[in-house]
Nanobody, 121 residues
Framework: QVQLVESGGGLVQAGGSLRLSCAAS????????VGWYRQAPGKQRELVAS???????DYGDSVKGRFSISKDNVKNMVLLQMNALKPEDTAVYYC???????????????WGQGTQVTVSS
């Protein structure tokens, strides 16, 4: 069974930085898309950043220019560098990976348990 384990969350002051890591139990090349989502209390889960197997990236509008997603293929990790953090970035951050299982586009998503990021003002 594929597992994703997040780490790196914590408490940071506004303007500070955090680096989140997502460790996958198998080669990250096996996933079509890997990425980070977040969910704040009372809000819908939203995309933070994603990267495809071909290297294409996507970022949520609220984090563009501040966050950067990358892959470490040797260590089977997906990293999220978060800079210039704001209180509104406070949320539980989840790592996710998608595997496409047929030509019609059916897929299976795997999610980590999440890591809390709290940004104080």
């Amino acid at each position: 069974q594929v597992q994703l384990v997040e780490s790196g969350g914590g408490l940071v002051q506004a303007g500070g930085s955090l680096r989140l890591s997502c460790a996958a139990s198998r080669n990250i090349f096996s996933f079509s898309v890997v990425g980070w989502y977040r969910q704040a209390p009372g809000k819908q889960r939203e995309l933070v950043a994603s990267v495809t197997s071909s290297g294409s990236t996507d970022y949520g509008d609220s984090v563009k220019g501040r966050f950067s997603i990358s892959k470490d293929n040797v260590k089977n990790m997906v990293l999220l560098q978060m800079n210039a953090l704001k209180p509104e970035d406070t949320a539980v951050y989840y790592c996710s990976a998608r595997t496409v299982i047929n030509v019609e586009g059916a897929h299976v998503d795997v999610w980590g348990q999440g890591t809390q990021v709290t940004v104080s003002s």
